[in-house]
């Protein structure tokens, strides 16, 4: 059974920071691209950074570059998002997700193309 598994999620003022992390189970992802998403109540599950399997590029939502940084351990399949600087309106619920094959960057940006989605975890910025 494939899975996703996300931690580091938690309770941060605004300013600080967190590291999340993705654990894959299952199957290998080495291969993947794979990708944080975030959802806050009452919006939409919004592209957050994305990692390209393929050549390593990475790519962001504009409002957390800069700020935010997603990286792999290929040897243990982890994917990783490390937040500095966090504001109010990074609050959310932060979900991984993974993909196969070969696709155009921007395809990376939409929700629709990940086959495999973790449970999320909650990140909450506040004073």
Sequence with gaps: QVQLVESGGGL??????????????GRSFS????????QAPGNEREFVAAYRGANANK???DSVKGRFTVSRDKGKDM???????????DTARYFCAAGFGNPISSSLRYA???????QGTQVTVSS
């Excluded at 291969?31 to 975030?38: G, I, P, Q």
């Design 79 to 89: 994917l990783y998002l490390q937040m500095n600087s966090l504001k109010p309106e």
């Design 59 to 61: 790519y962001y939502l």
């Design 12 to 25: 941060v003022q605004p300013g600080g920071s967190l590291r999340l992390s993705c654990a894959p189970s």
């Design 31 to 38: 291969t993947a691209s794979m990708a944080w998403f975030r």
């Design 112 to 118: 629709s193309w990940y086959e495999y989605w973790g």
